[in-house]
């Protein structure tokens, strides 16, 4: 949760933007846009008691505003400003201390010393923030410890900062320091919040938030017992080391000495886990190469262009593997019956036999599309009688109407399936008894039969399927497939790394030596089968067709090219800004880091993430994703030499491991008490700050970090 101890709603004194001035409504629907959950409303010599109520209570179930007041301090000639900042329940009374003081004076020129400040206020238990250093006008040294001085808890003092890195600085050296928006322009300020302290322990009211800033033991508890954790005994080195250790779902650090055992604990807590259900691994850096990670050479990789919306053509290729000539009947077989005189005086008195064949296709396609609707609704109809969803979302009568509507559908195209069913047979039984008669007349009589039909519907329709056939795949196999990219990880200041893999069917003039078979399937055969469509597409009307076929039948290994998937070709690199780009040792470290950080788990064990990784790449890439997945609520596990992730991923839970005097002692603490104790009590305290400072590699800067959310 994010804290601004500095925002301004109004408009006050003369060199006040008017921008300032918010109206609760308008406030009421920035704070929701922002992650903000503590604001302390602190204008200029003035505190509005009304517009702070309305305030508080369009946002009650957002965030918590506290009372404040921003002074101009005159001490010694110095003039300076000073937040005073009240409890909540004290808003009434706070606001009469304010009219008190203020007595309607002019907030332009209005002043008030360190001491009257103080008398007027002590019996509220303020928060006093005074600006420092390079957020002017600032206190000085001496004045702000007049003011420690006269107040019942100096602790209650904190230096305001001008940003995050003088913030860090202050803290660094041992004050408390936080920093507000000092907002300006409220249209600003969705924005201007992503930079506002995060308090990393979730404070509930105004009092905690004050028993924080003590570190008051019993606070700090309450709170961190908000969190869930697993109560874990491991044995990493054997029965004669039992290690018991609390687990939180959130971030877990262990941090030590190398050789102390830390990545014994991290497999041992994976074998914990693992037996309770979880498929959990401990991730080591470098210890797997990124192209086998992101399987460049698709040693697994497999496809079909169905999954792109293409139609396999498994029908095609077999028609066409299997295509043979229809026979036109020829004029010899006419000259052969009108050549013989038929005698026969029954035969000639059959008509039936003068009858020619009549063509079926029509009626048989008329019949296939009927069915093929009829599918349809009876599918719908299962859908919409059967779907529990629909039955929720749609009323009974409305949907007692549609089933109705169906239902007299189905009724009509039953009906006329079987009336193109009874057409369609009968012209094929007609058609048969024709052909019947003619030869039994042909085998009494010895005249040979009349032809019922030249043979060139057939024939011709062979070749407008085969075309038809022959044309689908054609298509198929020159449409391009789009690319496939994957988010391959975060380069930092480069940029974003995708693994792009780009498929293409051959289509007997593709060339391209980077490209691999999806199936296990040779090039050669593949292209020539590819060639050899595009030679039958162009032969379909001439009388090399079927020798194109039959060469096509011929290549060698034709038998497993059964769909347009077997044609299919691959090439899977890594892209920058589009470009191809080969990842460095170091950058392949980055991605299969953030790769395994951004895969969806409920337990993260990590073994020094940071190694061949720059402090920049941790801080500004690393450590959010972490963060993000505390927040998430998942286990993160983390041994680590670093203070950017040991301290700046705001751990819970830090586990130190000593070696001391031959001895190994495991030591637990957070950095909210400062302390680390051990887990059997066989040695004393340590101090959290002292151990990590001297332990971890990264700088006191990562302290300053820690403290601007921690206190000191």
């Known amino acids: 949760m994010k804290i601004d101890i500095h925002v301004h709603t109004k408009r006050v004194k003369t060199g006040d933007a008017e921008t300032r001035t918010i109206t609760p409504e308008r406030f009421n629907d920035i704070i929701r846009l922002t992650e903000v959950r503590i604001l302390a409303i602190t204008n200029h010599n003035h505190f509005d008691l009304g517009q702070y109520q309305a305030i508080a209570a369009t946002v009650i179930d957002v965030c918590q505003i506290w009372p404040g007041i921003e002074l101009d301090i005159m001490e010694d000639g110095n003039r300076a400003h000073l937040l005073v900042i009240a409890n909540p329940k004290h808003a009434e009374l706070f606001s009469q201390r304010c009219d008190k003081i203020l007595n309607g004076q002019d907030p332009n020129a209005y002043t008030i010393s360190i001491s009257d400040t103080v008398e007027n206020f002590k019996d509220l238990d303020c928060l006093y923030i005074a600006h420092y250093l390079n957020k002017k006008p600032n206190l000085r040294d001496e004045e702000l410890d007049l003011l420690a001085s006269q107040i019942p808890n100096p602790r209650r003092v904190i230096k305001e900062a001008a940003n995050s890195i003088s913030a860090g600085i202050f803290i660094s050296h041992g004050h408390n320091s936080i920093y507000g928006s000092d907002i300006q322009d409220w249209n600003q300020y969705e924005v201007l919040s ?54 939180y779902n959130d971030i877990n650090v262990f941090f030590g000495s190398k050789g102390t055992g830390k990545t014994d604990i991290l497999k041992s807590l994976s074998l914990y886990y693992n037996s309770k259900g979880y498929a959990t691994s401990v ?22 262009v169905s999954d792109f919306g293409l139609d396999e053509c498994t029908n095609e290729f077999e028609f066409i593997k299997t295509a043979t000539e229809v026979a036109v009947t020829s004029m010899g077989k006419y000259r052969q019956h009108f050549s013989g005189e038929e005698t026969n005086k029954i035969a000639q008195q059959l008509k039936i036999k003068n009858i020619n064949h009549i063509d079926e296709e029509n009626a048989l396609r008329s019949l296939e599309e009927i069915s093929e609707i009829l599918d349809h609704f009876k599918k719908f109809q299962s859908f919409v009688s059967e779907d529990e969803l629909v039955m929720d979302l749609i009323e009974q009568q409305l949907l007692d109407e549609l089933i109705n509507i169906v239902e007299r559908i189905l009724i009509r195209l039953k009906s006329k399936i079987d009336a193109q069913f009874l057409e369609a047979n009968s012209l094929r039984l007609l058609n048969q008894i024709v052909k019947i008669f003619n030869q039994e007349v042909a085998k009494k009589t010895g005249v040979p039969q009349k032809p019922t039909s030249t043979g060139f519907i057939d024939y011709a329709r062979n070749r407008i399927k085969i075309e038809r056939q022959i044309n689908k795949i054609k298509s198929i196999i020159e449409t391009p497939i789009p690319p496939i990219e994957d988010f391959a990880g975060d380069l930092g200041e480069k940029g974003k790394l995708y693994c792009r893999t780009s498929l293409r069917i051959q289509n007997g003039s593709f060339i391209d030596g980077a490209y691999s078979t999806v199936k296990n399937i040779n090039k050669t055969p593949q292209k020539e089968f590819a060639n050899q469509i595009t030679a039958i597409s162009k032969h379909v009307y001439s009388n090399e067709l079927f020798e194109k076929i039959a060469t096509l039948k011929d290549i060698d290994g034709v038998e497993h090219i059964r769909t347009v998937s077997d044609l299919l070709l691959f090439n899977r690199i890594f892209v920058l800004d589009g470009n191809l780009y080969h990842p460095s040792n170091g950058e392949s470290s980055m991605i299969l880091l953030h790769k395994e950080l951004t895969e969806d788990k409920e337990i993260y064990l990590i073994d020094e993430p940071e190694k061949s990784l720059g402090n920049d790449y941790i801080n500004d890439v690393i450590v959010p994703i972490i963060k993000e997945k505390a927040l998430l609520g998942k286990k993160v596990i983390i041994a680590t030499h670093d203070a950017n992730i040991a301290v700046r991923t705001l751990p819970y839970n830090s586990i130190y491991r000593l070696r001391e005097n031959g001895l190994y002692y495991t030591m637990t603490g957070n950095p909210f008490f400062n302390t680390l104790k051990c887990i059997n009590n066989s040695r004393g305290e340590l101090d959290w700050k002292e151990i990590s400072m001297k332990t971890l590699e990264g700088g006191k800067s990562a302290f300053g970090e820690r403290g601007k959310i921690y206190g000191n």
């Not at 930079?195 to 709170?223: G, H, M």
């Not at 991730?283 to 079909?304: A, E, P, Q």
């Open 194 to 247: 992503q930079d506002l302290p995060e308090l990393r322990l979730p404070v509930d009211s105004f009092e905690q938030f004050c028993l924080l800033l003590d570190k008051n033991e019993a606070t700090i508890n309450t709170i961190l017992q908000k969190k869930t954790f697993d109560q874990v005994t491991i044995t990493p080195f054997g029965v004669g080391e039992i290690i018991n250790l609390d687990i």
């Open 283 to 304: 991730y080591m850096s470098n210890d797997k190469h990124v192209n086998d990670v992101f399987n460049l050479r698709g040693i697994s990789f497999n496809t079909d």
